[in-house]
């Protein structure tokens, strides 16, 4: 097969407290994001501020925290202990088309697209997993100190029951994508009071 139809894919071991934590696999690139943001999307800390430290050396990402990592538990027990957003946040179809187009715009070959903005401060990621390029984003935000109820979370792919918990978790009040929700997406996005933005790119943006 020739060499421009593979995607790349790569391996590295996250290292919370010392311990080998995770073995993810990813696109070259945003390690230190993609760790940070995996930890806050997973639920295995609770705030940025719970990190001291992320070192990369070679193929292991180190994360210090101030105390032990939380432990792993299911996906909607997750979600069952958020308490919704206060306020339903929106945005205007302008700016979801403009962050929608950036998506899509020199998105590489074999690679999903995520994109945070906060204010007038937009960040794009790509990554061969859709969910890998969300964690990037999120990570970027909590290591440039951003206030996530102060952003709104993008992705090229479908939203499934996982990549609505990355946002709720990590406290991000509206996530939007080129395409669809699943069923379970929405009637959870209902409960949390998030809002979600369907077909972000078309003329047209769906607000759910």
Not at 38 to 44: A, E, F, P, T, V
Not at 69 to 85: G, I, N, Y
Not at 107 to 133: E, Q, S, Y
Request: hydrophobic share 40%; charged share 25%.
């Amino acid at each position: 097969m020739r060499e421009d139809m593979l995607f790349q894919e790569r391996c590295f071991t996250l290292r919370v407290n010392g311990e080998p934590a995770e073995q993810i696999l990813c696109s070259e690139g945003n390690w230190r994001e993609l760790s940070v943001g995996y930890l806050l999307s997973q639920g295995r800390v609770k705030s940025s501020d719970d990190i001291l430290s992320v070192e990369e050396e070679e193929d292991t990402v180190a994360v210090r925290l101030k105390g032990a990592m939380r432990p792993a538990c299911f996906l909607t027990d997750r979600l069952s202990a958020l308490p919704p957003f206060a306020v339903k946040a929106d945005v205007d179809d302008d700016l979801i088309r403009s962050l929608g187009r950036a998506l899509q715009e020199d998105a590489p070959f074999g690679r999903h697209r995520a994109v945070i903005r906060r204010g007038g401060d937009t960040a794009v990621f790509d990554d061969a997993g859709r969910h890998n390029a969300l964690d990037k984003a999120i990570g970027y935000a909590a290591l440039n100190g951003w206030e996530t109820r102060d952003c709104i979370l993008g992705t090229s792919g479908r939203l499934s029951l996982e990549m609505l918990g990355k946002a709720a978790c990590s406290g991000i009040p509206l996530l939007f994508t080129l395409k669809y929700p699943s069923d379970l997406c929405l009637q959870y996005a209902d409960r949390l009071n998030l809002r979600l933005v369907a077909r972000a790119a078309s003329d047209s943006p769906v607000h759910l």
